[in-house]
């Protein structure tokens, strides 16, 4: 009998495992699907704090996940990680919080208790900022926090920058310092050895690996949640080997993250009654938002190829260099609701390095998605669609975007450092070709070559073999044609979340109170990125870690509380 059983190894899990295990008296399991990711076993392409292979690795995420984008968009692969650590073992490092305003908000929409002044010192909690201290800050925290000096930011990178400040976006030092339009050098999580670290590495590390009241399965694939009545009771894991075991708790954490999370509930009798019930599945709790409320930043680019004198010098530095916050100022948006990359390089391979990029996304979406399941068995993926750009803001915000890229990079500070420039999209023709392989390597060879001499005639190249047929000027004279482009390219930053969202229980599409526990039921919480009530201006990995942190406490306490009161109550009996 475990005293809390986490489902789920992701950025969450391994932070809920590490501080709940540090109550020497509490027994805590973890369970992950993948494999395990430590400080001793982690592969060169998930070391590097080059992240460009890491989520291209199908070892490293679930190979079957695939998602809808828009109305206009296909159903694609959808890149989620399998593996303990989770996102933050193949995502881009950055480290960043958004908007206080973002925390705020969430409170504004029923999550209690969460807003800025409350988030904040878990913010704090959680890094160890090499580069500036006092109130904001801290320096104590498992995730360590660092720009890149600019002695390697490349020369594609200074003169983006450059233009940008032409245009009037000031530079400024500190990305999680106050929020406001401009320029910055990106903060990322980094050792001090330069390399990735996760949390299954800087939570769950040697030290805390060895405490005896600490289990981490993986391997283990949760089919469903088991409950007494409307108690959870435990949970039903698929072994490596086919065989199932039943494990008890006295408390279940869903951490699975926003896709898997939602679908682990309904699997296990909770959301929607009618649609569970078509599938078969007995009801525990009627809660129609589960699944609902799915957020992602949509995301669009525009890439240029750069002469020799523009690449990077350090191919094995990170790629995401700089990022440009701004302000769209369409109306019933937020200040600083658009972000974009500056990259400097555009993927791992050949044909990246010859490409530079401001990938941009809607930082502040409007847009609404569901997760719902196909059936009741486990081995089945969800049916993922985000219905990206629903909200017309969401589309006339990305539009603005790719204006604003071609715009930054068509200035003639830019002329010796940036040839051709055109728009482009981390598209389904994209990801396969970046797959490592003998005959994408190949391809990718030849191209690059072509790329290079081309000469005169490769804005004709580009248009012909890298766009298919779309030239920017084309999509900045036509305001039909770039619609029909950014609503069939739109993609996501992998930053799901919202679908087990928090809220008061009156609210019909709340799925938990803001302790994260499940209304409805007792003894079963959620904790991952499904939580967030709306998504904040920011790459969710570091806001993910910060809930897990705060949920963590809010546990500890319950259970202390719980304690107290138990022995209270029978010394006040003992003395009757």
């Known amino acids: 009998m475990f005293d809390y059983l986490i489902l789920g190894g992701g950025s969450a899990g391994c932070v809920l495992a590490a501080r709940l295990s540090e109550d020497a ?38 190979q079957q996940l695939k998602a809808r984008m828009s109305e206009r ?45 409350t988030c904040l010192p878990y913010f704090r909690k959680l890094e160890t900022d090499c580069d500036f201290s006092g109130e904001l800050h801290g320096g104590e925290g498992p995730v360590r926090i660092q720009r890149t000096a600019w002695p390697r930011i490349s020369p594609f990178v200074r003169a983006v920058l450059g233009s940008l400040r032409e245009s009037g976006h000031a530079m400024h030092e500190d990305q999680n310092g106050p929020w406001e339009d401009g320029t910055f050098i990106g903060s990322i999580a980094m050792s001090a050895k330069g390399e990735r670290i996760p949390t299954s590495v800087c939570y769950l590390d040697d030290a805390t690996r060895t405490r005896s009241n600490l289990t981490i399965r993986t391997d283990e694939r949760v089919e469903r949640v088991l409950f007494d009545g409307k108690r959870a009771t435990g949970a039903c894991v698929l072994r490596a080997d086919g065989t199932r075991e039943a494990l008890q708790a006295r408390r279940v954490i869903v951490s699975a993250g926003a896709i898997h999370s939602p679908a682990l509930l309904m699997r296990s009798g909770i959301g929607p009654a009618d649609e569970l019930r078509a599938l078969g599945i007995d009801v525990r709790a009627n809660l129609p938002g589960v699944g609902r409320n799915l957020m992602e930043h949509p995301s669009i680019a525009v890439s240029a190829f750069l002469p020799r004198g523009a690449r990077t010098p350090f191919p094995d530095e990170h790629h995401e260099q700089a990022i440009v916050r701004f302000s769209s100022g369409v109306t019933d948006t937020v200040p600083g609701d658009m972000h974009g990359a500056i990259l400097s390089r555009s993927g791992w391979h050949s044909v990246g390095h010859r490409l530079g990029t401001i990938f941009f996304w809607v930082n502040k979406s409007y847009s609404r998605g569901r997760v719902t399941l196909v059936s009741a068995n486990a081995s089945d993926e969800p049916r993922v669609d985000f219905a990206m750009l629903s909200d017309a803001r969401d589309l006339d915000r990305l539009k603005l975007a790719l204006r604003f890229g071609a715009i930054t990079l068509a200035s003639p500070s830019m002329a010796a450092h940036r040839d051709v420039i055109f728009p482009s999209s981390y598209s389904p023709r994209v990801a396969a070709v970046a797959v490592p392989g003998t005959w994408n390597a190949v391809q990718r060879g030849a191209l690059s070559a072509l790329l290079d001499v081309a000469g005169p005639l490769r804005g004709a190249l580009i248009k012909r073999v890298v766009t298919q047929g779309v030239t920017i000027d084309e999509l900045l004279a036509d305001d039909r044609a770039m619609t029909d482009f950014v609503m069939r390219s739109v993609g996501g930053t992998w930053h799901p979340s919202g679908t087990c969202r928090m809220g008061a229980s009156n609210d019909p599409l709340a799925v938990t109170d803001s302790r994260g526990a499940v209304h409805g039921v007792e003894g079963l919480h959620v904790c991952d990125a499904s939580l967030m009530p709306s998504i904040p201006c920011a790459n969710t990995n570091v806001p993910t870690i910060m809930i897990a942190e705060r949920v963590a406490d809010l546990l500890r306490n319950e259970a202390r509380h719980s304690s107290s009161t138990t022995a209270r109550d029978r010394a006040v009996s003992g003395a009757s």
């Open 25 to 62: 008296r509490a027994n805590v399991c973890l369970v992950e699907a993948g494999r395990d990711i430590s400080a001793h076993a982690m592969p060169d392409a998930i070391r590097s704090r080059y992240p460009g292979r890491a989520y291209l690795d199908t070892r490293n995420i679930w």
């Open 73 to 117: 968009g296909a159903v694609r692969r959808y890149e989620q990680a399998r593996l303990l650590g989770g996102g933050s073992a193949i995502n881009a490092l950055m480290a960043n919080r958004g908007s206080p305003a973002d925390y705020d908000e969430w409170e504004t929409l029923g999550a209690s208790g969460w807003n800025w002044q």
